[in-house]
């Protein structure tokens, strides 16, 4: 399986990176050693010293496809979580100011924390879907499906040009603002409507 994420999918959190508002949406990818399941706990890496957390829904491909038309993109994905897409913010940087790809920056084990998923079914509206991120019990990033520049089904339209889906593979769907640091004993805890979702560590 493999894990696309989207960047710059929410307005204010563009904004807050100094970055462009995108015309199409952007991806990139982490393999699948990036998984962390199970509420596992995230060592903190030594070759970072500013690791960012960044909260996601995540969806679950749940057929083979390529070339999606959005009116059937709906059907690709049964299932929804929340997964922290882990950034070493300031290798992050050094590959921007150099235009170098960012896999070392995101790409690294573990880097991709995800919980348990949710049937679609479950959804009152997978595409009004509030969800948001507390640290040591402290509100910090808060957001809502409604809010993406690309909504689900625009985004599977556009990777499926490039990128074959396959059952399994996991799709993050870009933060919302509010975006920080994380440090060793922080307890991250992430909600979608006000069922947690994700419950660990960092160690
Ligand atoms: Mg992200």
Redesign the pocket.
Known sequence: MKII???RNYMEHAHEMNSEVPEKPVFFMKPDTSLLRNNQPFFYPDFTQELSY?V?VVLRVNRLGRNINRRFAHRYYDAATLGI?F?ARDLQRECKQKGLPWEVAKAFDYSAPVGDFIPKKELADINHLPFRLEINDRLVQAGNTSEMIFSFDELIEHVSKFVTFRTGDLI?T??PSGVGQVKIGDRLKAYIEDRLILDFFVR
């Open positions: 994420c989207i960047g960044e996601e897409d950034t993050f870009g933060t």
